[in-house]
């Protein structure tokens, strides 16, 4: 604390107390994962964004724990005082940070398809002309033969790929992440390939993979893509749209990198670079706001540059000292 002295005469001094600005001098003990706001004669400590507590002990917040995965429509990853989501492969993360868009693997080198490339959501697939079928990795292309049954035989029936079998006969397998059908020839998507050819959410049913949305996004006509639904299918719903706005907010700017470099770390006055961000302080005579950047003052304009003014309960002496 320290010591600000009034002259008000020249054989008499009066002592008063005047706050000191413990976030700025750094004698709080707040967490490190806290902002420090100071406060007449005290201060008090807030946990940042992303964690919780009370100010003096906080603990990371997992946003992919609520019932939303943290906004991602695949995967959502936890990390200190924040979070980020990833897409399956296939897939690439959008510019939201939280859906995913297909990949068209066929726009690089053809895929690594010998004849035709086919995207796919998800995925994507090789074929051949007529006159060649498939080899087995799923690649190259071979001519067909017109002569027996065997795999190289135009009517070996396998819908992927073709084994021969010592007794002269062939046999179907299919490739990762499809199951054999029970008429041994043809093969089932299931979501262990491409997401099942789902943009979002893939389940495996009797039937096949059948496709759903996150709650922010309403299935395609063509069963497989998700769009944005529109503002008011959004507000109708039961879906907090408010706290994914939010969440995209927050995380929209820790992606920035704050630091006192640039802006001045968006703080009003003092800025203090610290190992999980930056810390704004405020100068005596000023408080810092809830948003940890703002600083507000009790000072207004008067008829002198400013005149201050003290919070109920504290005494004007001079021109900037508030004592008890």
């Known amino acids: ?41 005290s201060f008090k400590c807030i946990c940042k964004a992303g964690y919780k507590g009370d100010g003096k002990h906080c603990e990371d917040m997992d946003e992919c724990e609520n019932e939303y995965n943290g906004g991602c429509v695949h995967e959502c990853i936890n990390i200190p005082g924040n979070y980020r989501c990833t897409c399956y492969d296939g897939f690439m993360l959008a510019h939201d940070g939280h859906n995913c868009l297909d990949v068209d693997e066929c726009l690089d080198n053809n895929g690594g398809c010998q004849q035709v490339c086919v995207n796919t959501m998800g995925s994507y697939e090789c074929q051949c002309t007529d006159g060649f079928f498939l080899s087995d990795n799923q690649h190259t292309c071979i001519h067909r033969s017109e002569d027996g049954m065997n795999c190289m035989n135009k009517d070996h029936g396998c819908a992927h790929i073709c084994r021969e079998t010592p007794k002269g006969r062939v046999a179907c397998e299919c490739r990762p992440g499809y199951e054999l059908h029970s008429n041994q020839r043809d093969c089932t998507l299931t979501c262990n390939y491409g997401n099942g050819g789902c943009q ?37 719903s039961e879906f907090n749209a408010t706290s994914i706005a939010d969440v995209d907010k927050r995380v929209k700017r820790r992606l920035l990198m704050e630091t006192c470099a640039v802006n001045n770390g968006g703080c009003d006055r003092t800025c203090k670079d610290t190992a999980t961000g930056v810390r704004c302080s405020c100068p005596v005579g000023f408080t810092l706001q809830p948003d940890g950047k703002t600083c507000k003052g009790t000072c207004v304009l008067g008829r002198t540059p400013y005149e201050c003014k003290c919070n109920n309960g504290y005494t004007l002496y001079g021109l900037t000292h508030c004592g008890g």
């Open 1 to 41: 604390m320290t010591i600000a002295s009034l002259s008000l005469q020249d054989s008499f001094f009066v002592v008063l107390p005047s706050d000191a600005d413990e976030c700025s001098e750094a004698t709080d003990d707040c967490h490190i994962d806290a902002l420090c706001q100071n406060t007449p004669k």
């Open 200 to 236: 979002h959410i893939c389940e495996d049913t009797d039937v096949g993979p059948v496709c759903s949305c996150h709650q922010k996004y309403a299935l395609h006509s063509d069963s497989k893509t998700c769009i944005e639904k529109d503002e008011a299918a959004i507000e109708s």
